[in-house]
């Protein structure tokens, strides 16, 4: 059982890190934003499988936060930020 | 019921990795916020359902369910926002989204 | 009354995250304290949820977003991704306010729409396939809506849309 | 798979480092930093700190990613182009402070006592069940007064650099107005993220929480409130400049206090360590909560236009 939390967690890892090559693209600031949102729910996916691979209940609170909190940078994004609309690249 | 959380726990899995990706290969920006808002969705309530059978009180098993909830709130509300901060940043775009695509995989 | 369901939610809630062991001598101040917030915060508005229909709500809201999932997955994992983009102006029934709101930001968890903008009464959606027929689950998901909000039916009028695809 | 999600983690959180330092638009850096941070909640948790992964996963996501997009805004207001010329030095620095960090790990001195041994073998005079909040609060409490102080500080010397700058924001935030979606969504989330805050507080006291992540998360609740232009600063500006020193002077006073009964400086009558414990905490979970918050108040802010 925990080898199989272990193989799942170590799978949505990889797509996670995938994620980076888009914040590192871009093109957009929009995309850099959404690919740190997919790191968001991610986290949160892989917080809960450590939670019973680690045998660790209290790691579910770890991932109730960014569940919580996740949305303020995008909000902070969308309200806030001023980035150059496009980058050359 | 193992096999069914190991079913529930590697469909969630899977779509985690067709979000990510749609993210990588569609080709504007409101179509990646399709990929990466309805898969991971998706994805996350799967593998929470498929962690349901582990938990060891009604309380911790809700808790899962809440954390669910949260992120469905969150990205729906996410989802607009960046759709329409995209749309803002660029009005006459819209329509024609998909020609200024940068990059085809 | 809006108080007292504040306080009915944020108990529950408390409840949930202590996982039982409940601690009422700071959860009870916690949950008033965090109703208080809730009911400052919350703009008087017609709309109330009928709390009865919320299960059936629910039951709806999860086989459209297991149809969403699936869908944008099928469309991903085409060798080219199977999408054909473009905007859909939505003229809506829902009156201004939590329904029409709520409608706009669960669009974007249904298969294949993406609410963007919302201009007087249309919602102005984007689509993944202007092919498919988007234009019934929207309709469906306000009805639904509608009735969560115990909005009457005869307010719904039939809906126009109006698509505007590129080739 | 145990090994191979390890070094992928670690892999990982240097690529994302490495992203941050070399990256040539701002932006990419900063974006590249908040998902370090979500990268280094893991690593924490992979080290069995849940308390610091908890930490981290409240200031990463709620605090300085907001702080640094915010500041972002503020830049590319002003200048349009950053001078990039001046990366030699930096390097230097972080590679000397490489060495030196190698260095000491491997020289570190041999622990003449077993501070965890210790300190599980006084856990029962502390008052609380969690050893991180124990050291933080009653064996360490020292240190915890002191890093509130420096808090405190860096709140005022913000708010005395900038409070032109943010009275003249206020003004213009007046005439912004909501997005209606971001108002209801925040509405509701927002008593939310408040009953959280208490209950990580509250948590402390048994395992991992406590008044510092309490306090992020409140402070990121407060900042969620402010960017939805809910104007909670024109009914909180008193209670503000009250709650930044409140936690610290409770703290004092309490910490005072017990010497009037012939107690050292910073000792709890072991009877009522608990309770003085759990309403230290608490005062300094809004304190640092204010103090963080503030932080962001004072950042003088502009908006996007909107066009509804």
Known sequence: MTAFWWTVAALLLVTLLA??????????????????????????????????????????????????????????????????????? | MIYLQYLLVGAGCLFFIVGTLGLLRFPDTFTRIHAITKADNLGLGLLMLGLLPSTESLPQALKLILIWLLVLAASATASYLIAHYVKAQSPDALPHADTTSEEQD | M????????????????????????????????????????????SQRINWLQVPLFALFFLAQSLKAGVDVAVRTLRIRPAINPGTLYYRTSLPPGTARYLF?????????????DFDHDQVILHVLDTNADIAMDCRRLERRIARLFSLPPAAIPPTSLNKEAQS | MQFAFDSMLGLGLLACAAGVFWSRDLFRSVVMFIAFGLLLALTWVRLEA????????????????????????????????????HWLLPLLCCIALALLLILSFNARPEASISLPQLVAESLPESGVEHPITAVLLNFRS????????????????????????????????????????????????????????????WAGSYMPGGAFQGGAILAAGLVLLKLADFHIERYA?????????????????????????????????????????????AVLTFSIGLILFSLFNQSPGQEVPHDN
Do not use: K
Request: net charge negative; with cysteine; hydrophobic share 55%.
């Open chain 1, 19 to 89: 994620g980076l090559i888009r914040i590192w693209r871009g093109p957009n600031p929009a995309d850099r934003m959404l690919a740190a949102q997919l790191f968001g729910t991610t986290g949160v996916a892989i917080l809960l499988l450590l939670a019973q691979a680690m045998q660790t209940p209290a790691l579910n609170d770890v991932a109730l936060v960014p569940a919580l909190l996740a949305v303020v940078a995008m909000v902070a994004f969308v309200r806030r930020a001023r980035p150059e609309a496009e980058e050359p690249e």
């Open chain 3, 2 to 45: 809006h108080f007292f369901v504040s306080v009915l939610l944020t108990g529950s809630l408390w409840w949930i995250l202590t996982e039982g062991a409940q601690a009422w001598w700071i959860g009870g101040p916690a949950v008033l304290l965090a109703s208080y917030v809730a009911t400052r915060l919350h703009h008087p508005d």
């Open chain 3, 104 to 116: 706009g930001s669960i669009v974007g968890l249904f298969p294949g729409t993406l609410c963007t």
């Open chain 4, 50 to 85: 849940p308390d610091l992964a908890l930490a981290e996963a409240a200031i990463g996501a709620g605090l300085t990613g907001v702080l640094l997009l915010d500041a972002i805004g503020h830049l590319r207001q002003h200048n349009e182009h950053s001078p990039r010329n």
């Open chain 4, 142 to 201: 020292y240190d915890t007064l002191l890093e509130i102080a420096v808090l405190l500080v860096a709140a005022v010397v913000a708010m005395a650099l900038n409070d032109g700058l943010a009275a003249a924001a206020r003004t213009s935030t007046e005439q912004s107005n909501r997005d209606p979606v971001l108002a209801g969504f925040t509405s509701r989330l927002a008593p939310v993220i408040l009953l959280v805050a208490i209950y990580v507080l």
């Open chain 4, 237 to 281: 500006e008193s209670l503000l400049r009250l709650g930044l020193a409140f936690g610290f002077l409770v703290f004092l006073a309490v910490a005072t206090s017990v010497m009037i009964g012939g107690r050292p400086f910073l000792t709890y009558p072991e009877a009522f360590a608990g309770q003085f414990i759990l309403f230290i905490e």
